[in-house]
């Protein structure tokens, strides 16, 4: 039971996480005026579209303009943009949680579609596929690292790697990617500069598959050794504190192997507080990835970032912003879950 | 713990040596920028394509050249306010400027240019001529410029060019173009067209034909002389400076980018910033997180409940797509990226200094004082406070890189503010104008190795401040 409700809380808390970002996004924006600018785009669109079409009907031209302001009237009530911005808060929720944003200023989907929710719709998936596949080869590179350096702990070996964690932590991700491009693309052309596919995509499964690999490589190395350091460390003094700990001295005086002491009383203990620091290095890597899909052109939604600043297109980033927050609790709701799995101590209180 | 003795213990380890040796360099070179950049460097003269238009573009370092056997073309500028000589005429004057020019160089220059300022005169204007005496003899006429004559209604004496000077570049100018195709045409007997003799112009005004009658180029090394003659119609007529720019194909220390900017100007300029843009951001988060950290612990209750409540939700808000939403909406300044860093950043620390006060809580140490009748607030800021004070202070070095890479990635997705040059945005001109597919590697490693610097500059710190917080590391 208890269980049930200290998901329900956390769940409740990040509910209210997205809908403080959601007012942060609509308050700004009715603030600044900028909503106000994005539905008379979408009214100018709209009588631009009417206008061909009664110019089919109406010959006259002083008629014509006459029955287009009266639908400009009507549209602007319709819009309640003859309101205060604060009177149209409600309905730029809805149209952010539908992301029912009109349509883009240049940008298109692969498709050719205008519409925002198509053109971030696509991207998603590209997204994900980067930052999972980066987040799972840093998860078990730390959980392989991390735990023997905690067992040498003060050797020379680990104060070396400790170095090179810091190292890491101290890495841009946008640098990185850079850097291994100018390396390993334009020195040494073994890897391609960006892209996810090449031109034109190979056919047939396989092959496909293997020319996405191909594209990801660099992308997701350049995503795991930005992240893999801090998360290393944190297992490393995790474990430590954890193998500092009375029951495993315990687990030792029995003369238990000394695997089964490391995996059953040290890393299964230490699991708990890694997944917490896994949660708090979340959005670190979301940041990451947005950084590194822009430096390889990877055409996922952290590009498309990139792509509306550069176009100035506000609906696009609204969207976007949007959907990474969206992304981001979704995932944390998954740890969190996890974390109440793994943590006995909550289940059985 | 002291401050005396925080920072033996922090200086007793290699990293924190290593950390502190960083951060006085740092802080040395940003006290050297302070007092030698003007402070609206960023729009006079970072973003201001007319300062840097005598500067070769896209050039790499000058060291770089070590590693090639070829001899790179070596930026100069020459400059003359005094004629060297005047040649007495009736009623004309002409006055030589010359300037020689040993050229040593495997190549032609990158580009050529000629600029005249403050002109003044008090009859007609004067007529200035460039020309071009070469190794073997051969002359070329540049080109000639008479000085705009006088408006309706100006007298004289009359000044031109005095905001900003002439300036004509010389390998893409149509004039020099038809200049050199009589050259050739002349002097070396070749019909080139008009067409295919643009882009050549600095090559054949350095070079010879690598075979009779070809149309390759070879550098002719040895001595040039460049004259530019001016024609005076008065003795008080006035040049205020006459330049000759010889293109270069290395530049300065660090090398320049597509605008022609000095790169290393802008990297050094960075070195404030960044520490600016850390420590502040780390400084108000730090007081901010704990002194609400304090005050959740110690007082708990309603107070408590409240701030921890606001700090689950604020500490969950994925911050580099706020970050971006928010600049593109409300504009692109500085002080508003460190605003948003630290409304963000201050629970996440929050939560860490709650967690300490409540063990302080019940200590003996704080019962003792309250017995002594110390108000909450002394007890809180007086005592607690002076127990975790090494804590908060390793907290606040940690949090620095972290705002400095903010940062960075910000300026690097094009929202960086115009008016402070920072790496990230160094990085970013250099990635949207595609010097990462053209390798031009120094415009896009030093910026992103001097972020990594700075990082690791406070990581360092961090780490050497471990046994500070943690006295059992302590040896």
Partial sequence: MSLIIKLATRGLTLFVVLLVVLLLVVITLGATGFSERMLQATISEELRGLRQSLAQTIRDPAQLEEALSLHHEELISYYHLDKPWSYRLPDLVRRVLTLDLGEARTLRSFEGSSQVSEIVAERLLNTILLVTTASVITAILGLLIGPRLATKVGSRLDRVACLFLAFSYALPSMWVGIFLILAFSFSVNLFPTGGMYSLPPPEGGIERFMDLLWHAVLPIVTLVLVSFGSWTYTIRTMVLNTAQEPFVSVGRAKGLPERMVERRYILRVAAPPIVTSLMLGLAGSLGGAILTETVFNWPGMGRLYYDAILAADESVIVALTFIFTLIYIFARFILEILYLILDPRIRYA | ?475
Avoid at chain 2, 170 to 178: E, K, N, Q
Avoid at chain 2, 307 to 329: E, G, Y
Avoid at chain 2, 442 to 465: D, K, Q, R, S, Y
């Fill in chain 2, 1 to 475: 713990m002291r401050l005396q003795e925080t920072i033996k213990v922090l200086l007793s380890s290699n990293t924190g040596k290593a950390g502190a040796g960083f951060l006085l360099l740092m802080v040395v070179v940003s006290i050297y920028v302070v007092i030698s950049y003007p402070l609206d460097f960023g729009l006079r003269f970072w973003n201001n394509p007319v300062v840097w238009a005598d500067n070769p573009k896209n050039v790499p370092p000058a060291w770089s050249s070590i590693f090639t056997d070829l001899k790179r073309v070596k930026h100069t500028t020459l400059r003359a306010t005094e004629p060297t000589e005047v040649v007495p005429g009736t009623g004309i004057d002409t006055r030589l400027y010359t300037f020689n020019l040993g050229y040593q160089f495997d190549e032609p220059p990158s580009f050529t240019s000629f600029a005249l300022d403050n002109i003044t005169y008090y009859s007609r204007p004067p007529i200035i001529t460039l020309s071009i005496a070469r190794p073997d003899g051969k002359e070329i006429l540049l080109y000639r410029h008479v000085v705009r004559g006088p408006d309706p209604g100006e007298s004289f004496p009359i000044s031109r060019y005095v905001e900003s000077p002439y300036r004509v570049y010389l390998s893409g100018d149509d004039s020099v173009l038809f200049n050199i195709a009589d050259f050739a045409r002349q002097e070396l007997g070749l019909d080139i067209p008009l067409s295919q003799l643009r882009g050549m112009v600095d090559r054949i005004i350095f070079g010879i034909p690598a075979e009779e009658g070809g149309q390759d180029f070879e550098v002719l090394r040895g001595n040039y002389t460049i004259k530019a003659a001016t024609q005076v119609y008065h003795p008080q007529d006035s040049v205020g400076e006459v330049v000759f720019v010889l293109g270069g194909s290395i530049y300065g220390v660090m090398g320049t980018d597509s605008l022609g900017r000095d790169l290393a100007t802008g990297l050094l300029f960075g070195f404030p910033v960044a520490l600016v843009i850390g420590l502040v951001t780390a400084i108000l988060t730090t007081i901010i997180g704990a002194f609400m950290g304090i005050l959740s612990g110690y007082k708990g209750g309603k107070t408590d409940t409240i701030i921890q409540r606001s700090c689950d939700i604020l500490a969950n808000v994925p911050l580099l797509p706020i970050l971006i939403f928010l600049i593109f909406i409300l504009g692109q300044k500085l002080g508003l990226v460190i605003l948003i860093l630290v409304t963000f950043g201050w629970p996440g620390l929050t939560i860490l200094i709650r967690s300490m006060v409540l063990q302080y809580h019940s200590s003996q140490l704080v019962e003792a004082t309250r017995a002594l009748g110390a108000s909450p607030w002394r007890i809180m800021f007086r005592h607690i406070f002076f127990q975790i004070a090494p804590f908060v202070l390793a907290q606040m070095i940690f949090f620095t890189p972290a705002a400095i890479l903010a940062e960075a990635g910000l300026s690097f997705l094009g929202l960086g503010d115009p008016s402070i040059p920072t790496w990230g945005q160094i990085l970013e001109s250099g990635f949207r104008t595609g010097a990462v597919f053209a390798g031009y590697w120094w415009w896009v490693i030093p910026p992103g190795l001097l972020i990594v610097l700075a990082a690791m500059t406070f990581v360092l710190l961090t780490l050497g401040m471990e046994p500070v917080v943690n006295p059992r590391l302590r040896r």
